[in-house]
């Protein structure tokens, strides 16, 4: 029995250190698969890093990669948009979200830059409108806006253009009450071209180009177009001055439009001057003054509110 006992254990430690011969004899062998890698590794990212070493990092978050803006991109209710809004190759998450209430809708815009700085708001309260976009009013920074269109009651539009700040700190907003976008032009062209609500010879709207820059909403257009297919002319009731066009486009001869005759307005700068059409197709100039005091509010013709010289319509 002893010797069958010493016997197994001779027999069980030649096994073991035949095992461990073994083990040590594979040793090596584990190591090939190190040295592979090693090679791999090394073969590998000398091909690719060594071009773009600081790429690396930016690599991460492009898993998802961010898209690109051709001219602008409409951001889809719900869905996370990827582009990279501050230009510092870090991909940005923007969310907008349109949420259904009982009476109205709430809109929220989330912005998520990839040096993690972030920014949230809502819209809400009788609000009935929203769309957002992405886009680049003003190609010179290298940076793009976020714009949010809010249509809330009275059916008062308000744009509000978010914009990350030169340090990339912070999203400031600009906010251009009154306005809503109509379109959005190639990059390196206009910006945005914009609604804008005047009262300017009764509440209408006029179309002009914007665009956003540190400061904000900036008008490209020198001049504003009247939304006039439907626009009345407007009725004269007490005379007032004007100016003819001339053939070079300047101001000409200086002209009374008498009480009867009809004022459709045109284009305006929306603060000297306004081109309107009298009723036989003579186009004039008209020069105006926007007053706001405790006493006096309002577009003054000739020192005379327009109010008090021809029959103006307004909405609420
Ligand atoms: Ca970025
Ligand atoms: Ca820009």
Redesign the pocket.
Known sequence: MNKKIKAAAFLAALIMLVSVFAACGKKPAPAEPTAEPTEAVTEAPTAAPTEEPTEEPTEVPTEEPTEEIDRFAELTPGEEARF?????????VILFTAEEQEYDTAYTISIR???GVEYHRDFSGACYYGVAFVTDCDPGDERCEVLVCIGSESSDYDTVALRVNADRTKVEEFEKGGSSIYDIEPLDEHGMLMFLRTDLLGTTEVLGYYTVTDEGFKPVSEEFNFVSDWLEPRKVTVEFKAHLIDENGERGDEVTVLPGDTVKPLFSDLETWVKAALSDGTVVVIDFEYVNTDTEYGYYIGGVNQDDLMEIPYAD
């Open positions: 990279d809004i501050d230009g510092d190759g870090l991909a940005d830059l990839g040096n």
